[in-house]
């Protein structure tokens, strides 16, 4: 029996208290009553069409026939029951067919589907996308295409790397030029023509929907026909893959996008994943080359727009991270339970007569299982909390919302890459659980880890995360994010300190704490950023690692030790603060000492 809907309601109910969210106006309507029925609806639906669909969307890969990409039937099915389950606008108002719940109760319903099948349907890109037109598009961008996206009748990407580009976002080379005299006065937007090349796109093309919008990032060229080099010439744009009316309603005209190929994967196999070309002419559109496309926002702005898509995005890639973490930290539990091997040693050694015991009665086993589960339900832990400052920021008053945003700012890398890292392990764990059986397909934890790889990478590796962090998240204002991060950790560590149980924990995230910040300060001391930044990935472990650390003592507060439950979340605290945050030392060093191994190797040298 799974014991994630059990840790889901804790964390909401006895440790974020959500309840509290229902005295405010947005969520009136709401109970735990009616928090619990979307959670029930969804672990029913996850195990009813994601979970029995996961294997086959791993082994029967996405193929393109020519005209349309084949995906198995079940992962349509899976696809279709999500959206019918109202969950891509499960946070949006009534008037748009939502439900207006809490951010946190959404992610944490969502949290199912990830756990049962995270490789089917690609709905959290859709959703991503439709919340980004309703902050920056028009009153006729969002009812054209975002309230059709919430429905599900259209489905949406991120386009924004391109082969000689990559992460680096301000070489990309699509073009976006004026559409003709009338282009300006369009009412679905300024109307441009886009030409260039996109990869890695996720869902770039399937039949699960009507139609598939895809925001693009692209360059507008100037009086003299160059692009505006670097990130602040990038503009934002709608392109649909069939054009469609002021209704919503499909034209009958195919936008002049195509398809140039599939990216066979290591995992994540159920979601297509393409190489998009626009305008190269193979569906000319109203007579000519080039996919119409319309300006989101300003010119020169598009980077602003696609952060807002990309910040909600990090955190659900952190929580699908989690989530895979979680599957196979149940299935190696489950294995570890059942699986007799070895026999027990007494004060004469090992009785060869005795029987077999279970592998769960080794300590290296039980160090394998503590650690993922310190992982999984720690990384849940943050993903949730991270989701709870979401709720804060748009329905707390305004100190308070100021307050979320903020510290919501400084968690973002940290929600994104540590879950990333972490539960990855937890996964790599779980396949040494099963010795060499994990190994195989016979059990499924090989496809979890392969799975899991993705989420290194998706989003924003850990170097961008780092850089992010390091040089961005912790200096901008002064400070005042990481200062407000510290006054949250202090203030937990001040109630954990008269509980002899945590006490001595609570001494070391204090000491934690004052070791990332003296590092903070030595990192930045020559004023050189090179120098600072050169070491910003072992930083961002250790921040990590303090901020989860600070997750544990907060729940372990909330957590009563008479049950077995509570036991285990207590043992999952001590294991994290006793074999994980020492690790901090090492990485914190070379942020110190400002090593310049990394930053004065040469190419000739390796």
């Not at 070309?277 to 080039?290: L, S, T």
């Not at 702005?301 to 979680?326: K, P, Q, S």
């Not at 015991?357 to 310190?374: N, T």
């Not at 200096?475 to 509980?499: D, F, H, Q, S, Y």
Request: aromatic share 8%; with cysteine; hydrophobic share 45%.
């Amino acid at each position: 029996m799974s014991a994630l809907r059990p840790t889901v309601d804790f964390l909401l109910h006895d440790w974020l208290g959500v309840d509290d969210l229902t005295q405010r106006p947005r969520f009136a309507d709401h109970s735990r009553d009616t928090f619990a029925a979307v959670l029930d609806t969804c672990e029913r639906i996850a195990q009813d069409k994601f979970a029995p669909a996961n294997r086959r969307a791993d082994v029967e890969e996405p193929r393109f026939d020519g005209e349309k990409v084949i995906l198995p039937e079940s992962t349509v099915e899976a696809s279709r029951a999500y959206v019918e389950s109202g969950m891509l606008a499960a946070a949006q108002d009534y008037d748009l067919g939502g439900m207006q719940l809490p951010c946190v109760v959404e992610m944490a319903a969502n949290s199912f589907f990830s756990k049962a099948g995270i490789g089917l349907g690609g709905h959290m890109l859709t959703s991503g996308n439709a919340n980004l037109l309703m902050a920056h598009g028009t009153e006729a961008q969002r009812r054209v295409f975002a309230h059709q996206e919430f429905t599900g009748r259209f489905f949406g990407t991120m386009c924004l790397s391109e082969p000689q580009a990559g992460s680096s976002l301000s070489d990309i080379l699509t073009r976006a030029e004026p559409d003709g005299d009338d282009a300006a006065r369009d009412p679905l937007g300024p109307r441009f023509r886009l030409r260039g090349n996109k990869m890695w796109i996720s869902n770039g093309e399937h039949e699960l929907a009507e139609n598939i919008v895809h925001l693009v990032l692209a360059k507008i060229p100037g009086p003299d026909g160059k692009l505006v080099p670097g990130a602040r010439g990038i503009s934002l744009f709608i392109v649909p893959k069939k054009l469609v009316g002021l209704d919503g309603e499909l034209t009958g005209e195919r936008n002049d996008v195509a398809l140039a190929g599939l990216n066979h994967k290591l995992g994540y196999r159920g979601i297509p994943n393409t190489l998009l070309n626009f305008g190269e002419g193979k569906f000319p559109v109203r007579g000519a080359a080039g996919a119409i496309g319309y300006l989101v926002g300003k010119p020169g702005e598009g980077l602003r727009g696609m952060f807002h898509m990309m910040n909600e995005a990090r955190i659900a890639v952190g929580l699908g991270a989690v989530m895979l973490g979680y599957a196979g930290y149940e299935a190696s539990l489950d294995y570890a339970r059942g699986r007799p091997q070895g026999r027990p040693i007494g004060p004469g050694g090992k009785d060869a007569s005795q029987p077999q015991i279970p592998i769960i009665r080794h300590a290296d086993v039980r160090r394998m299982l503590l650690a993922q589960k310190s992982y999984v339900e720690g990384g849940l832990a943050l993903a949730l909390y991270c989701a709870r400052l979401v709720d804060e920021q748009h329905t707390g008053e305004p100190d308070a919302a100021q307050e979320a945003a903020l510290l919501l700012e400084m968690l973002t890398p940290i929600a994104k890459s540590w879950p990333s890292e972490w539960c990855l392990e937890a996964n790599s764990l779980a396949i040494q659980v099963h010795g060499g059986y994990g190994y195989t397909r016979d059990y499924p934890v090989e496809q979890y880890w392969r799975d899991n790889r993705l989420n290194m990478i998706h989003e924003g590796t850990h170097g961008i995360q780092a850089l992010d962090l390091l040089g961005r998240k912790v200096v901008m204002n002064g400070g005042a994010g990481l200062l407000l991060l510290a006054r949250k950790v202090n203030a937990t560590i001040e109630r954990a300190m008269p509980v002899e149980a945590l006490h001595p924990f609570a001494m070391a995230l204090a000491q934690a704490l004052q070791k990332l910040g003296a590092a903070t300060k030595a990192a930045w001391a020559s004023g050189v950023p090179e120098e600072a930044l050169a070491n910003a990935v072992p930083y961002l472990q250790a921040f990590g690692h303090v901020v989860l650390a600070w997750m544990w003592l907060d729940v372990a507060l909330s957590s009563g030790m008479d049950s077995a439950a509570g036991q285990g979340r207590h043992a999952a605290c001590r294991f994290f603060f006793r074999h994980e945050l020492p690790r901090i030392e090492a990485w914190l060093a070379v942020v110190r000492e400002r090593d310049d191994t990394c930053l004065t190797m040469r190419d000739d040298w390796f």
